[in-house]
T-cell receptor, first 111, second 114 residues
Framework: GQQVMQIPQYQHVQEGEDFTTYCNSSTTLSNIQWYKQRPGGHPVFLIQLVKSGEVKKQKRLTFQFGEAKKNSSLHITATQTTDVGTYFCAGPGTSGSRLTFGEGTQLTVNP | GAGVSQSPSNKVTEKGKDVELRCDPISGHTALYWYRQSLGQGLEFLIYFQGNSAPDKSGLPSDRFSAERTGGSVSTLTIQRTQQEDSAVYLC????????????FGPGTRLTVT
């Protein structure tokens, strides 16, 4: 079955440093979604990428979808303590199949 | 309601007892997912309902776990003969449709088996 892998599993940064998490799928994805889960909270949808090579930005967050639609990345510029949490990528093998989540990257930001 | 709701928010039960966890999805959402999340871990997929299709039960860890969705709306996850390793947060999510649509998560039910 489809597998979605994320690296790294954990990342500790100093406030102001950049952060990147990578997502790789064993199969081509029709789209990739990113979610953020704050400590003690539930996952919240951030963004969806659909097109090959697509890049989207949300303030300090930059999301990329690979040309082959099998990988994606989330980059945060100049991290802040509010960025703390676990970032999950998720994708369906086809638009009609269920969403498969990666294992998540847990980000800690030291002030 | 405005979002996905789950009840109870917390459940403490004794080993060997059965528990039922409830999820009320967003009205009109045809897809409903159950996940399990242990402390500091990722999302473990349990079961997926999509419209009137047969549910995808491939993530259920044992035959002690079952779920149903009545009338395409409310869902109940049942765990029989609970074990200590069942202790976790159980999250429900719904979406407008299958994988192409974003998921909206409920606040979860924290299950503790003593």
């Amino acid at each position: 079955g489809q597998q979605v892998m994320q690296i790294p599993q954990y990342q500790h940064v100093q406030e102001g440093e950049d952060f990147t998490t990578y997502c790789n799928s064993s199969t081509t994805l029709s789209n990739i979604q990113w979610y953020k889960q704050r400590p003690g909270g539930h996952p919240v949808f951030l963004i969806q990428l659909v097109k090959s090579g697509e890049v989207k930005k949300q303030k300090r967050l930059t999301f990329q979808f690979g040309e082959a639609k099998k990988n994606s990345s989330l980059h945060i510029t100049a991290t802040q303590t509010t960025d703390v949490g676990t970032y999950f990528c998720a994708g369906p093998g086809t638009s009609g199949s269920r969403l498969t989540f990666g294992e998540g990257t847990q980000l800690t930001v030291n002030p | 309601g405005a979002g996905v709701s789950q009840s109870p928010s917390n459940k403490v039960t004794e080993k060997g007892k059965d528990v039922e966890l409830r999820c009320d999805p967003i009205s009109g959402h045809t897809a409903l997912y159950w996940y399990r999340q242990s402390l500091g871990q990722g999302l473990e997929f349990l079961i997926y309902f999509q419209g009137n299709s047969a549910p995808d039960k491939s993530g259920l860890p044992s035959d002690r776990f079952s779920a149903e969705r009545t009338g395409g709306s409310v869902s109940t996850l049942t765990i029989q003969r609970t074990q200590q390793e069942d202790s976790a947060v159980y999250l429900c999510a719904s979406s407008l449709g299958p994988g192409a649509y974003e998921q909206y998560f409920g606040p979860g039910t924290r299950l503790t088996v003593t």
